[in-house]
């Protein structure tokens, strides 16, 4: 479907990160019964897996990072109540995510980092 030359962006939940390794780790029955999970959860490649998988489909890899970096369980509730605010609490609340993204920067990204992104691109076909 991608035409050669185009991009694909891809994110994946990344299992390196402690609570999605929890997540992944516990029965999933037990998971969706409780709300702790309230959609259906797949399997996910960690970013060694994720460019090997890429790159053995042919694709070109421009960049790989890790994102999402502030903490999913004290984010999700917060931003429900903060749902139910003003507008200007949700761009005083989105303000405050976003400064979780710093983290990006650190060599331990790939353990803060809610998802794995990469950036590939498909070939151009040679002439």
Request: with cysteine.
């Amino acid at each position: 479907v991608l035409r050669p030359g185009g991009a694909l962006v891809l994110t994946l939940d990344n299992p390196a990160n402690p609570a999605v390794g929890m997540r992944n780790a516990l029965p999933k029955s037990a998971l969706y019964r409780t709300g702790l999970v309230p959609y259906h959860v797949r399997e996910t490649l960690d970013e060694p897996e994720l460019l090997r998988e890429l790159s053995g489909l042919g694709f070109e890899i421009e960049s790989v990072t890790h994102i999402l970096h502030c903490p999913r369980l004290l984010a999700v509730p917060m931003s429900r109540l903060v749902a139910h605010l003003p507008e200007a609490w949700h761009k005083a609340w989105l303000s405050i995510l976003f400064s979780w993204e710093w983290l990006e920067k650190l060599p331990t990204a790939r353990w803060s980092g809610h998802f794995v992104a990469a950036l590939a691109r498909k070939p151009a076909p040679r002439q």
